[in-house]
């Protein structure tokens, strides 16, 4: 098992983010969980009907004395968020993609709350990515979880009222060399 979390959070704001990953027969099987929590511009916005997206990314590099580190798989999950104003209810889209490919299998769910709708939004649970090769030891596992602005209107691209420090983005570097036979490994960096 590869596993990292990240660092302890202030009382009042939420813990860190927790990241396991292991490798079963079929592939990698990722789970993940980020501390989310929406400032208000993007809240108001999601009433108003715009659709917020969010991408879960992961990719496994091995690296190379030369040039730069091999990509051996890279995989991306993308889940949209929209409120449907006429019924008050939360569409919440998953797409699954592997090489960029974001046209793979899809599920969508209609929720009664925003919170359950973050909740979906906030987990990755038991994402399988399939490997093409076995791992060596010596490669490192990227994961990520980011708000997709490129996908928001023009103004809110600029992302006003996150300066007071609440981020929509965590990363973790994790090392591979003890994913052998569900192993814990060290903490992932932040």
Do not use: C, K, N
Not at 51 to 73: M, N
Not at 94 to 101: E, S
Not at 150 to 156: C, M, N
Request: net charge neutral; no cysteine.
């Amino acid at each position: 098992m590869l596993a990292g979390a990240g660092h302890g959070a202030p009382a009042g704001r939420p813990a860190g983010p927790i990241w396991h990953a292991e490798v079963h027969e079929e592939g990698l099987l990722i789970d993940a969980r980020v501390p989310l929590e929406l400032p208000t511009p993007l809240h108001d916005a999601l009433l108003r009907g715009v659709a917020l997206t969010f991408v879960w990314q992961a990719e496994l590099r091995r690296p190379r004395w030369y040039w730069t580190d091999q990509v051996l798989l890279s995989a991306r999950r993308t889940v949209r968020l929209t409120h449907q104003p006429l019924t008050q209810r939360w569409r919440l889209s998953v797409a699954d993609g592997v090489g960029g490919d974001e046209h793979g299998a899809a599920l969508q769910r209609v929720l009664d709350t925003l919170e359950e709708a973050l909740a979906l939004v906030r987990s990755s649970q038991r994402w399988r990515i399939p490997l093409a090769q076995p791992l060596r030891g010596d490669e490192q596992l990227l994961l990520a979880f980011q708000l997709d602005t490129g996908r928001l209107p023009r103004p809110l691209q600029w992302l006003p009222g996150l300066e007071g420090g609440s981020t929509l983005a965590w990363r973790a570097v994790l090392p591979a060399s003890a994913l052998r036979d569900g192993e814990p490994l060290p903490e992932g960096r932040p």
